[in-house]
């Protein structure tokens, strides 16, 4: 028994790690931020998450004392990683992308970060001045 | 007064939980703070989330997370083929709209956060009305049918469980 979970808690560590690299490989190697933005959020959050789970599993099995922390971090990370993908991604559009480049929000009329035609304020300026 | 007190149940059982599991031992002192904390933070943010979530199918949600759970290990292992061996100029992004039959906002982030740890796609914004997903497809040669995907394979059964 102790032989198996341990094989399954290096397993789990190697794991992790294979997908950590491989996520920041990926920040490296996918050619624009649109699709750099894939890696970090899947790859690294099952390399964070293995990670965790081996380490639950060992202070589990192992140690005097049991320790849920890990429980924890995996939860919050899952919570957390959607939501900086979605700040990045808005910010993004909000400074390099065109109404016309992205596919029309059916049934209505605007994107929350992206309207048709915006003008850039700076312009707007320009012209109200001369 | 029940609902007054304890203005959102779910978050409150939520909190007391992981107030205990940040304890991360079990001693009374820490359940009364725990149960301190868990009637006084929803009462500080119900002025800010006036409506209640209702889950109508909690066994059913367990039952989504699990799915989500597998579908991220999927994810993981197909975007990290895609990273490792297909080059760039292959790689075919596509931007998607999804159009949401869901109308709980809760109902709404929860897809969201699905689509962005499940497989090669990531949501990036919302319609101003929030009726439609704006979602970015890291390798879609057909975006109709990840679109379709994320409708009958998320939407679907987000629907039996919030509405």
């Known amino acids: ?130 | 007064m029940i609902w007054r007190l304890f203005p959102h149940p779910l978050l409150s059982i939520l909190l007391t939980l992981v107030w205990m599991l940040l304890v991360n031992r079990f001693a009374w002192g820490s359940l009364v703070f725990a149960v301190i904390l868990a009637t006084i933070i929803p009462i500080l943010i119900a002025p800010y989330w006036p409506d209640r979530p209702r889950i109508r199918r909690p066994i059913k949600f367990l039952a989504y997370s699990a799915l989500v759970v597998w579908d991220i290990i999927v994810a993981n292992i197909q975007v990290a083929r895609i990273v490792l061996f297909m080059p760039n100029r292959k790689l075919q992004p596509a931007w998607v709209n999804v159009p949401l039959e869901l109308t709980a906002p809760e109902a709404i982030a929860v897809l969201g956060g699905t689509i962005t740890l499940t497989p090669g796609t990531v949501t990036c914004d919302v319609s101003d009305e929030g009726r439609a997903l704006l979602v970015h497809c890291l390798h879609a040669p057909d975006p109709d049918a990840v679109r379709d995907d994320i409708k009958s394979r998320y939407e679907a059964r987000l629907k039996e469980i919030f509405e």
């Open chain 1, 1 to 130: 028994m102790d032989m198996f979970l341990e094989i399954l808690i290096s397993a789990l560590l190697v794991i992790g790690g294979i997908f950590g690299a491989v996520g920041s490989y990926g920040l490296v190697k996918l050619p624009d931020p649109m699709t750099r933005l894939h890696a970090p959020t899947k790859a690294a959050t099952l390399g964070v998450g293995s990670v965790l789970f081996a380490s639950l599993l060992w202070f589990g099995f192992f140690s005097e004392q049991s320790s849920w922390h890990e429980l924890l971090i995996i939860l919050f990370i899952f919570l957390t990683a959607p939501i900086t993908g979605l700040m990045i991604a808005k910010s993004h559009i909000h400074r390099s992308w065109q109404w016309h480049e992205l596919p029309k929000p059916k049934p209505d009329e605007n994107w929350a970060t992206c309207a048709p035609d915006r003008e850039e304020p700076e312009a707007e300026h320009q012209k109200a001045m001369g």
